[in-house]
Protein backbone atom coordinates (compact mmCIF):
# COMPACT_ATOMS: atom_id res chain seq x y z
CA UNK A 1 0.00 0.00 0.00
CA UNK A 2 1.07 3.30 -0.56
CA UNK A 3 -0.10 5.89 1.12
CA UNK A 4 0.71 9.89 0.39
CA UNK A 5 0.80 12.26 3.27
CA UNK A 6 0.82 15.96 3.67
CA UNK A 7 2.12 18.28 6.23
CA UNK A 8 1.07 22.11 6.45
CA UNK A 9 0.41 22.55 10.24
CA UNK A 10 2.91 25.90 10.64
CA UNK A 11 5.75 26.66 9.00
CA UNK A 12 6.90 24.32 6.51
CA UNK A 13 4.94 22.46 3.48
CA UNK A 14 6.11 18.85 3.06
CA UNK A 15 4.50 15.76 0.85
CA UNK A 16 5.77 12.00 1.36
CA UNK A 17 4.75 8.61 0.21
CA UNK A 18 5.01 5.31 2.40
CA UNK A 19 5.37 2.34 0.96
CA UNK A 20 3.83 -0.22 3.26
CA UNK A 21 5.09 -3.21 1.57
CA UNK A 22 8.70 -2.01 1.08
CA UNK A 23 8.78 0.29 4.31
CA UNK A 24 10.45 2.99 2.45
CA UNK A 25 9.61 6.66 2.28
CA UNK A 26 10.11 9.41 -0.50
CA UNK A 27 9.60 12.73 1.12
CA UNK A 28 10.22 16.46 0.21
CA UNK A 29 9.86 19.20 2.26
CA UNK A 30 9.53 23.19 1.61
CA UNK A 31 10.79 25.14 4.85
CA UNK A 32 9.61 28.52 5.11
CA UNK A 33 12.30 30.05 7.61
CA UNK A 34 13.68 32.79 5.22
CA UNK A 35 10.32 34.01 4.85
CA UNK A 36 9.65 34.31 8.38
CA UNK A 37 13.13 35.13 9.45
CA UNK A 38 12.94 39.11 8.86
CA UNK A 39 9.94 39.32 11.27
CA UNK A 40 11.59 36.71 14.27
CA UNK A 41 8.75 34.18 14.25
CA UNK A 42 5.85 32.27 12.33
CA UNK A 43 3.38 35.43 9.99
CA UNK A 44 0.28 33.05 10.36
CA UNK A 45 -1.14 34.78 6.95
CA UNK A 46 2.07 34.42 5.24
CA UNK A 47 2.44 30.39 6.14
CA UNK A 48 -1.37 29.51 4.72
CA UNK A 49 -0.14 31.97 1.54
CA UNK A 50 2.95 30.07 0.89
CA UNK A 51 0.98 26.55 1.62
CA UNK A 52 -1.09 27.62 -0.96
CA UNK A 53 1.71 28.44 -3.50
CA UNK A 54 4.09 25.66 -2.84
CA UNK A 55 1.77 22.35 -2.19
CA UNK A 56 1.15 21.93 -6.27
CA UNK A 57 4.43 21.61 -7.24
CA UNK A 58 5.72 20.01 -4.36
CA UNK A 59 3.30 17.40 -5.26
CA UNK A 60 4.35 17.32 -8.77
CA UNK A 61 7.78 16.97 -7.99
CA UNK A 62 7.16 14.11 -5.20
CA UNK A 63 4.74 12.18 -7.63
CA UNK A 64 7.56 12.22 -10.66
CA UNK A 65 9.64 10.68 -8.52
CA UNK A 66 7.09 7.04 -8.79
CA UNK A 67 4.93 5.38 -10.97
CA UNK A 68 3.09 3.80 -7.89
CA UNK A 69 -0.87 4.22 -7.67
CA UNK A 70 -1.71 6.03 -4.38
CA UNK A 71 -4.12 3.96 -2.55
CA UNK A 72 -4.62 6.42 0.83
CA UNK A 73 -4.04 9.87 1.48
CA UNK A 74 -3.36 11.51 5.01
CA UNK A 75 -3.13 14.35 5.91
CA UNK A 76 -2.11 16.81 9.38
CA UNK A 77 -5.55 17.98 11.36
CA UNK A 78 -4.22 19.47 13.96
CA UNK A 79 -3.09 21.06 15.87
CA UNK A 80 -1.28 23.95 14.21
CA UNK A 81 -1.99 27.37 12.83
CA UNK A 82 -5.89 26.97 11.37
CA UNK A 83 -5.31 28.70 8.13
CA UNK A 84 -2.34 26.51 7.20
CA UNK A 85 -3.90 23.35 8.66
CA UNK A 86 -6.89 24.25 6.14
CA UNK A 87 -4.74 24.41 3.21
CA UNK A 88 -3.40 21.02 3.27
CA UNK A 89 -6.78 19.15 4.60
CA UNK A 90 -8.61 20.75 1.89
CA UNK A 91 -5.66 19.70 -0.78
CA UNK A 92 -5.84 15.97 0.41
CA UNK A 93 -9.14 15.34 1.14
CA UNK A 94 -9.66 16.55 -2.73
CA UNK A 95 -6.99 14.14 -4.10
CA UNK A 96 -9.04 11.51 -2.37
CA UNK A 97 -12.25 12.60 -3.20
CA UNK A 98 -10.74 13.04 -7.39
CA UNK A 99 -8.74 9.56 -6.94
CA UNK A 100 -11.60 7.57 -5.44
CA UNK A 101 -9.25 6.57 -2.42
CA UNK A 102 -9.65 7.07 1.34
CA UNK A 103 -8.25 9.90 3.16
CA UNK A 104 -7.28 9.62 7.21
CA UNK A 105 -7.35 13.12 9.68
CA UNK A 106 -3.70 12.74 11.38
CA UNK A 107 -3.05 14.22 14.63
CA UNK A 108 0.39 15.84 14.49
CA UNK A 109 1.94 14.62 17.69
CA UNK A 110 0.85 11.28 16.95
CA UNK A 111 3.07 11.46 13.71
CA UNK A 112 6.22 12.83 15.77
CA UNK A 113 5.11 10.03 18.42
CA UNK A 114 5.15 7.32 15.51
CA UNK A 115 8.44 8.81 13.51
CA UNK A 116 10.94 6.62 15.16
CA UNK A 117 9.10 3.49 13.42
CA UNK A 118 10.00 4.76 10.46
CA UNK A 119 13.50 3.69 11.55
CA UNK A 120 12.57 1.00 13.64
CA UNK A 121 9.42 -0.83 12.37
CA UNK A 122 9.90 -3.65 15.19
CA UNK A 123 10.29 -0.80 18.04
CA UNK A 124 8.43 -3.41 20.69
CA UNK A 125 5.41 -1.74 23.05
CA UNK A 126 4.74 -0.34 25.26
CA UNK A 127 7.52 2.26 25.84
CA UNK A 128 7.40 5.50 27.06
CA UNK A 129 7.52 8.62 24.86
CA UNK A 130 9.05 12.24 25.17
CA UNK A 131 7.27 14.74 22.81
CA UNK A 132 9.53 17.66 22.30
CA UNK A 133 8.62 20.23 20.58
CA UNK A 134 8.20 24.50 19.82
CA UNK A 135 4.50 23.77 21.12
CA UNK A 136 4.24 20.70 22.83
CA UNK A 137 6.39 18.57 25.42
CA UNK A 138 4.90 15.34 26.83
CA UNK A 139 5.39 12.30 28.33
CA UNK A 140 3.42 9.31 27.21
CA UNK A 141 2.62 5.72 28.16
CA UNK A 142 2.40 3.92 24.76
CA UNK A 143 1.02 1.27 24.98
CA UNK A 144 -0.16 0.75 21.34
CA UNK A 145 -0.87 2.56 17.99
CA UNK A 146 -3.37 4.86 19.12
CA UNK A 147 -3.62 3.78 22.99
CA UNK A 148 -2.48 6.61 24.53
CA UNK A 149 -2.18 8.31 27.84
CA UNK A 150 -0.54 11.72 29.17
CA UNK A 151 1.92 11.37 32.16
CA UNK A 152 3.07 15.26 32.32
CA UNK A 153 2.90 18.00 29.84
CA UNK A 154 3.89 21.21 30.46
CA UNK A 155 1.75 23.79 32.50
CA UNK A 156 3.03 26.88 30.56
CA UNK A 157 6.13 27.18 27.96
CA UNK A 158 6.90 23.69 25.85
CA UNK A 159 10.89 23.14 25.29
CA UNK A 160 10.97 24.52 22.21
CA UNK A 161 8.81 27.73 23.11
CA UNK A 162 11.08 28.51 25.76
CA UNK A 163 14.36 27.83 23.66
CA UNK A 164 12.77 30.35 20.72
CA UNK A 165 11.93 32.75 23.44
CA UNK A 166 15.42 32.79 25.10
CA UNK A 167 17.15 32.93 22.09
CA UNK A 168 15.22 36.24 21.27
CA UNK A 169 16.72 37.76 24.82
CA UNK A 170 19.90 36.74 23.61
CA UNK A 171 19.16 38.83 20.67
CA UNK A 172 19.76 35.84 18.17
CA UNK A 173 18.07 35.01 15.17
CA UNK A 174 15.29 32.74 13.87
CA UNK A 175 14.24 30.04 14.09
CA UNK A 176 15.46 30.51 17.44
CA UNK A 177 16.25 27.41 19.53
CA UNK A 178 18.40 25.91 16.87
CA UNK A 179 20.90 28.91 16.56
CA UNK A 180 20.63 29.09 20.24
CA UNK A 181 21.48 25.29 20.82
CA UNK A 182 24.78 25.73 18.26
CA UNK A 183 25.85 28.69 20.61
CA UNK A 184 25.64 26.66 23.23
CA UNK A 185 28.60 24.36 22.58
CA UNK A 186 30.41 27.42 22.73
CA UNK A 187 29.37 28.24 26.01
CA UNK A 188 31.75 27.55 29.25
CA UNK A 189 30.76 25.07 31.85
CA UNK A 190 29.65 26.21 35.36
CA UNK A 191 29.39 30.06 34.81
CA UNK A 192 26.23 29.95 35.15
CA UNK A 193 23.24 27.88 37.01
CA UNK A 194 19.69 27.97 36.18
CA UNK A 195 17.07 25.99 37.87
CA UNK A 196 15.61 22.83 37.15
CA UNK A 197 12.08 23.42 37.36
CA UNK A 198 9.39 20.72 39.43
CA UNK A 199 12.28 18.59 39.61
CA UNK A 200 12.16 19.42 43.75
CA UNK A 201 9.03 17.83 43.89
CA UNK A 202 6.43 14.45 42.64
CA UNK A 203 5.44 14.43 39.66
CA UNK A 204 6.09 14.53 35.92
CA UNK A 205 4.76 17.90 34.43
CA UNK A 206 7.33 20.27 33.23
CA UNK A 207 7.55 23.72 33.47
CA UNK A 208 10.16 26.13 31.71
CA UNK A 209 8.57 29.75 31.71
CA UNK A 210 10.59 30.52 34.81
CA UNK A 211 13.37 29.02 33.38
CA UNK A 212 13.30 31.98 30.25
CA UNK A 213 12.21 34.80 33.42
CA UNK A 214 15.59 33.07 35.05
CA UNK A 215 17.51 33.82 32.29
CA UNK A 216 16.25 37.39 31.40
CA UNK A 217 17.07 38.15 34.86
CA UNK A 218 20.88 37.46 34.12
CA UNK A 219 21.11 39.08 30.92
CA UNK A 220 19.53 42.42 32.72
CA UNK A 221 22.80 41.70 35.20
CA UNK A 222 24.69 42.96 32.57
CA UNK A 223 25.19 46.52 30.59
CA UNK A 224 26.41 44.97 27.37
CA UNK A 225 27.10 41.11 26.74
CA UNK A 226 29.60 40.19 24.55
CA UNK A 227 29.73 37.04 22.45
CA UNK A 228 31.60 34.82 24.96
CA UNK A 229 28.74 35.85 27.81
CA UNK A 230 26.04 34.80 25.47
CA UNK A 231 27.45 31.61 24.64
CA UNK A 232 27.78 31.10 28.55
CA UNK A 233 24.40 31.69 29.19
CA UNK A 234 23.09 29.68 26.53
CA UNK A 235 25.00 26.57 27.53
CA UNK A 236 23.79 26.64 30.98
CA UNK A 237 20.04 27.22 29.82
CA UNK A 238 20.92 24.26 27.56
CA UNK A 239 22.02 22.55 30.11
CA UNK A 240 18.92 23.34 32.49
CA UNK A 241 16.32 22.42 29.96
CA UNK A 242 18.25 18.98 28.82
CA UNK A 243 18.46 17.92 32.94
CA UNK A 244 14.99 19.07 33.32
CA UNK A 245 13.59 16.41 30.69
CA UNK A 246 16.35 13.86 31.76
CA UNK A 247 15.39 13.59 35.25
CA UNK A 248 11.45 13.65 34.49
CA UNK A 249 12.34 10.95 32.26
CA UNK A 250 14.14 9.08 34.91
CA UNK A 251 11.03 9.36 37.33
CA UNK A 252 8.31 8.11 34.50
CA UNK A 253 10.09 4.98 32.92
CA UNK A 254 11.11 3.99 36.79
CA UNK A 255 7.53 4.65 37.69
CA UNK A 256 6.28 2.22 34.69
CA UNK A 257 9.20 -0.11 35.01
CA UNK A 258 10.39 0.42 31.34
CA UNK A 259 13.09 -0.28 29.33
CA UNK A 260 12.18 1.62 25.82
CA UNK A 261 12.18 5.46 25.56
CA UNK A 262 11.41 6.65 22.29
CA UNK A 263 12.02 10.39 21.63
CA UNK A 264 10.55 12.69 19.09
CA UNK A 265 9.17 16.12 17.53
CA UNK A 266 11.91 19.10 16.68
CA UNK A 267 13.57 19.22 20.37
CA UNK A 268 14.93 15.41 20.23
CA UNK A 269 17.53 16.36 17.62
CA UNK A 270 19.35 17.85 19.84
CA UNK A 271 22.36 16.89 20.12
CA UNK A 272 23.13 17.14 24.29
CA UNK A 273 19.43 15.86 24.60
CA UNK A 274 20.29 12.81 22.82
CA UNK A 275 23.67 11.96 24.25
CA UNK A 276 22.27 12.20 28.37
CA UNK A 277 19.40 9.92 27.24
CA UNK A 278 21.50 7.64 25.48
CA UNK A 279 23.67 7.67 28.84
CA UNK A 280 20.68 7.23 31.09
CA UNK A 281 19.55 4.20 28.99
CA UNK A 282 22.53 2.41 29.17
CA UNK A 283 22.49 2.85 32.81
CA UNK A 284 19.04 1.16 33.41
CA UNK A 285 19.97 -1.42 30.87
CA UNK A 286 17.17 -0.08 28.28
CA UNK A 287 17.16 1.42 24.95
CA UNK A 288 16.94 4.83 22.97
CA UNK A 289 14.89 4.66 20.10
CA UNK A 290 15.14 7.82 18.23
CA UNK A 291 13.91 9.31 14.45
CA UNK A 292 16.70 10.31 12.06
CA UNK A 293 17.03 14.02 12.41
CA UNK A 294 15.18 14.87 9.13
CA UNK A 295 12.35 13.45 11.14
CA UNK A 296 12.50 15.10 14.29
CA UNK A 297 11.36 18.55 12.84
CA UNK A 298 8.05 18.59 10.44
CA UNK A 299 7.39 16.01 8.05
CA UNK A 300 4.95 14.44 6.14
CA UNK A 301 6.72 11.19 5.81
CA UNK A 302 5.06 10.52 9.88
CA UNK A 303 1.90 11.54 9.00
CA UNK A 304 1.80 9.01 6.11
CA UNK A 305 3.01 6.11 8.48
CA UNK A 306 0.34 7.34 10.84
CA UNK A 307 -2.17 7.35 8.54
CA UNK A 308 -0.89 4.01 7.25
CA UNK A 309 -1.80 2.79 10.65
CA UNK A 310 -5.03 4.42 11.07
CA UNK A 311 -6.31 3.29 7.97
CA UNK A 312 -5.09 -0.31 9.07
CA UNK A 313 -7.55 0.07 12.04
CA UNK A 314 -10.35 1.20 10.08
CA UNK A 315 -9.92 5.31 11.09
CA UNK A 316 -10.28 6.89 7.73
CA UNK A 317 -12.71 9.41 7.12
CA UNK A 318 -16.46 8.02 6.01
CA UNK A 319 -17.60 11.38 4.65
CA UNK A 320 -16.46 14.33 2.83
CA UNK A 321 -16.35 16.99 5.78
CA UNK A 322 -12.97 18.79 6.60
CA UNK A 323 -12.55 19.45 10.07
CA UNK A 324 -8.80 20.92 11.45
CA UNK A 325 -8.46 21.77 14.87
CA UNK A 326 -5.83 24.38 16.32
CA UNK A 327 -5.98 22.84 19.50
CA UNK A 328 -6.23 18.80 19.80
CA UNK A 329 -5.10 16.35 22.55
CA UNK A 330 -3.71 13.57 21.88
CA UNK A 331 -6.06 11.96 24.33
CA UNK A 332 -9.12 12.44 22.46
CA UNK A 333 -7.77 10.20 19.46
Known sequence: MNVLGIETSCDETAVAIYDSKHHQVAHLVHSQIPLHAKYGGVVPELASRDHIQRITPLLKELLGQTSEKIDAVAYTA????IGALLVGATFARSLAYAWQVPSIAVHHMEGHL???LLEYPNL?????ALLVSGGHTLLVDVQDFGDYRLLGESIDDAAGEALDKTAKLLGLGYPGGAILSKLAEQGKPN???FPRPLTDRPGLDFSFSG???AVLHTTQTFEKIDEQTRADIAHAFIDAVVDTLVIKCTRALKQMNYKNLVI???VSANSQLREKLTSLMAQMNGKLWLARPEFCTDNAAMI???GYQRLQ???ANKDLGIQVKARWSLLEL
Open 78 to 81: GPGL
Open 114 to 116: LAP
Open 124 to 128: PFPFL
Open 191 to 193: RFH
Open 211 to 213: LKT
Open 264 to 266: AGG
Open 304 to 306: AYA
Open 313 to 315: RDL
